[in-house]
């Protein structure tokens, strides 16, 4: 269950504070009870993200720390991005930060290496986010479960993968060069 700020007011004696109650708990949450999601579930999240994300960036914002725990989910499982505390705003068309932000198994390795970064970040977060949903764990995880490096290895694809979802993956740039078939 979680809260989201709707809006805000004062008058001469109160702040007033008005929140939206979301029911359906954490992306993260329903991963850790079913495992790994389903193509279909993993699809509908998915371009609710994408839908999130180009709204974001269409204003000027990068998340910044897109990651499971950040994504909620209403009574009819429509996702909900919250956390805006490491955001970035006024970053639009070229223009870029480099402030390290955010939760370090998600970062671009852009973001790790405190180089010049733009809204890529975030997709970047959301390749890591799908790959968590279709796998329950991160593709930079040897399938011995040893941790790897984006900075110098490439994901791991499981070749149960669906050929769709792989391309979904590579599309979002979590695959600098190619990917290894475990």
């Given at each position: 269950?979680?809260?989201t700020l709707l809006v805000c007011f ?173």
């Open positions: 269950m979680c809260f004062p008058d001469q004696n109160h702040a007033y504070i008005i929140l939206e109650y979301i029911r359906g708990g954490t992306l993260m949450a329903g991963m850790r009870k079913a495992g790994h999601l389903e193509e279909d579930a993993i699809a509908f999240y998915s371009a609710e993200m994408i839908c999130g994300l180009q709204f974001l960036h269409s204003k000027g914002i990068i998340h910044r720390d897109l990651k499971p725990a950040n994504i909620m989910l209403d009574q009819e499982s429509h996702i909900k991005i919250v956390d805006f505390g490491l955001a970035k705003e006024n970053i639009s068309g070229n223009d870029t930060t480099t402030r390290k932000a955010g939760t370090p198994r998600y970062m671009a390795p852009e973001v790790i290496e405190e180089k010049e970064y733009n809204a890529a970040a975030d997709w970047w977060s959301l390749g890591i986010i799908i790959y968590q949903m279709a796998t329950y764990t991160f593709p930079f995880t040897s399938p011995m479960g040893k941790q790897l490096s984006p900075l110098t290895d490439e994901p791991f694809y499981p070749s149960w993968l669906s050929d769709e979802l792989v391309d979904l993956l590579q599309a979002v740039s979590i695959s600098k060069l190619y990917c290894r078939i475990m």
